[in-house]
């Protein structure tokens, strides 16, 4: 079992920054791939980033490609997501999820095994 849970959301304005962090527990940080998804307000849950049990490789979606920035510490058990020149539609809750480093990333919620129980992030325009 992997316990897992988000911090650092809040009010910013648009065009600010934002880092969040996923503290884990349970299990070894190294057993397993994480990533960030997001859901607003009537939209379904989506793909933010994720990075593999390593730290050594990286995905984005494209809405935030060159804005947002996922790293990992695996001494700390930590991953972190920081989020620059925030836009009012990154609004949304933010959960970090964790799946089993035996299987490939992925950008599909549903591969993923265990969940945090999200953090709001609100960007004012």
């Known amino acids: 079992q992997v316990q897992l849970v988000e911090s650092g959301g809040g009010l910013v304005q648009a065009g600010g920054s934002l880092r969040l962090s996923c503290a884990a527990s349970g299990r070894p940080a190294s057993s397993y791939h994480m990533a960030w998804f997001r859901q607003a307000p009537g939209k379904e849950r989506g793909f933010v980033a994720a990075?593999?049990?390593?730290?050594?490789?990286?995905y984005y979606a494209d809405s935030v490609k060159g804005r947002f920035t996922i790293s990992r510490d695996n001494a700390k058990n930590t991953m972190y997501l920081q989020m620059n020149s925030l836009k009012y539609e990154d609004t949304a809750v933010y959960f970090c999820a964790a799946q089993s480093r035996f299987n490939n990333p992925s950008y599909d919620g549903t591969d993923y095994d265990y969940w945090g129980q999200g953090t709001q992030v609100t960007v004012s325009s």
């Open positions: 990075i593999i049990w390593s730290g050594g490789r990286t």
